[in-house]
């Protein structure tokens, strides 16, 4: 897919708080393709301890496929949400400096594509920081409001986590959210299979992001498995999206019953 390795694709200048991220030559295939790549930019963002930063986005000779479009898309959107203070992008080829000279002086001009990086960091440079003041993490949930979707049943060892008509509007209630079930699961002192109600659980697009790293993390730590049910199509669309590039099976389920019987099977595998 390309010569140079995805790691190597992002890098931070703190100064000047830009991830400046080179998708240059690129070509994607498939929506695996474009996972693994948001994969790793939302890991190498999660470890610089900041949330927010401004994107610059060299797209010189990128090509996607048609087929790999929508992830792109849906992922992109994500990403920019949950971290972006301000998106530009410059492309060095001849087709895009003759576009932007000749729309440049009418309504249709995108201020936020230019033809060279020097342009692209002018720009970036005009836009205000956002970090100065830091956005509050505040939940509008309660611990009691956590509190009573968490139970843990010995006879099945799961932990039952009831998401039905519960509300992920952005970070705030990812992070309040899983650093409940991980001070109840620490309390236990052992590891659980998890079986999670997802019945009209919605889950905003600037929450993915921290949802999807923190549930990981806690799977990682706590979970013998996880089966998810009731999930709705956009959320089981998302998770079986971000499966594709990473190494859990989503485990999804129509119905309470038909995960019970997956739990079923996922503890003679491990007997």
């Given at each position: 897919m390309m010569a140079k390795r995805l790691?190597?694709?992002?890098?931070?200048?703190?100064?000047?708080?830009v991830a400046e991220i080179d998708l240059s030559e690129l070509t994607f295939e498939n929506s695996t393709q474009v996972n693994a790549f948001y994969d790793m930019l939302e890991a190498k963002l999660g470890e610089t301890g900041e949330d927010q930063w401004f994107f610059l986005i060299n797209f010189s000779g990128f090509r996607i496929d048609e087929n790999?479009?929508?992830?792109?898309?849906?992922?992109?959107?994500?990403?920019?949400?949950a971290h972006s203070m301000g998106t530009v992008r410059f492309d060095l080829s001849d087709e895009t400096r003759r576009q932007i000279e000749r729309t440049a002086a009418t309504e249709s001009f995108d201020p936020n594509l230019f033809a060279d990086r020097d342009a692209a960091?002018?720009?970036?440079?005009?836009?205000?920081?956002?970090?100065?003041?830091?956005r509050s993490l505040v939940t509008a949930y309660t611990e009691a409001d956590l509190a009573r979707r968490i139970s843990f049943d010995e006879t099945l060892e799961a932990m039952e986590v009831d998401l039905s008509e519960f509300v992920f509007h952005d970070s705030a209630?990812?992070?309040?959210?899983?650093?409940?079930?991980?001070?109840?699961?620490?309390?236990?002192?052992?590891?659980?299979?998890?079986?999670?109600?997802?019945?009209?659980?919605?889950?905003?697009?600037?929450?993915?992001?921290?949802?999807?790293?923190?549930?990981?993390?806690?799977?990682?730590?706590w979970s013998l498995g996880s089966v998810r049910y009731n999930t709705g199509s956009d959320t089981e669309?998302?998770?079986?999206?971000?499966?594709?590039?990473?190494?859990?099976?989503?485990?999804?389920?129509?119905?309470?019953?038909?995960?019970?019987?997956?739990?079923?099977?996922?503890?003679?595998?491990?007997?």
């Open positions: 790691e190597d694709r992002i890098h931070f200048l703190e100064d000047r708080q790999a479009w929508y992830t792109h898309h849906k992922r992109g959107k994500a990403l920019n949400l960091m002018a720009r970036i440079a005009e836009f205000p920081t956002k970090r100065r003041v830091k209630d990812v992070h309040a959210f899983y650093d409940h079930v991980e001070a109840r699961l620490a309390a236990t002192g052992k590891r659980w299979f998890f079986l999670v109600d997802l019945q009209n659980c919605r889950i905003f697009e600037a929450a993915w992001v921290a949802y999807a790293q923190r549930g990981k993390a806690v799977n990682v730590k669309e998302t998770i079986r999206m971000r499966a594709e590039s990473q190494s859990f099976r989503p485990n999804v389920r129509s119905g309470r019953e038909a995960a019970l019987a997956r739990l079923d099977e996922m503890k003679q595998a491990l007997a």
